[in-house]
Nanobody, 123 residues
Framework: QVQLVESGGGSVQAGGSLRLSCVASGYRLSAYCMGWFRQAPGKEREGVAS???????TYADSAKGRFTISHDNAKNILYLEMNSLKPEDTATYYC?????????????????WGQGTQVTVSL
């Protein structure tokens, strides 16, 4: 069984940092495209960042320069380092795995999803 479990969310003041983790089990993380998505109440889920099996990364414009996606293939863990957080970053963050990244951040290509972890950024 494939399972993704996120952690690391919480409440932080604007300008602060958080590091999200996603532990994958049931498959080799290195064999898949891994992505982070977020969804705020009343809004559609949007892509944040992705990393391919070869290490290639893609970021949404809103995340460039502030967020960093990485993976530890030995431990089968995906990370999202978030710096200079803004109130508009407030959302539930999900990790997901798929077969193809292709420089895009579309939910269409992601098959497995975690349960989500809440990030709240206050002024």
């Amino acid at each position: 069984q494939v399972q993704l479990v996120e952690s690391g969310g919480g409440s932080v003041q604007a300008g602060g940092s958080l590091r999200l983790s996603c532990v994958a089990s049931g498959y080799r993380l290195s064999a898949y495209c891994m992505g982070w998505f977020r969804q705020a109440p009343g809004k559609e889920r949007e892509g944040v960042a992705s990393i391919d099996s070869d290490g290639s990364t893609t970021y949404a414009d809103s995340a460039k320069g502030r967020f960093t996606i990485s993976h530890d293939n030995a431990k089968n863990i995906l990370y999202l380092e978030m710096n200079s957080l803004k109130p508009e970053d407030t959302a539930t963050y999900y990790c997901a795995s798929g077969a193809y990244c292709g420089g895009e951040l579309s939910t269409l290509w992601y098959r497995y999803w975690g349960q989500g972890t809440q990030v709240t950024v206050s002024l």
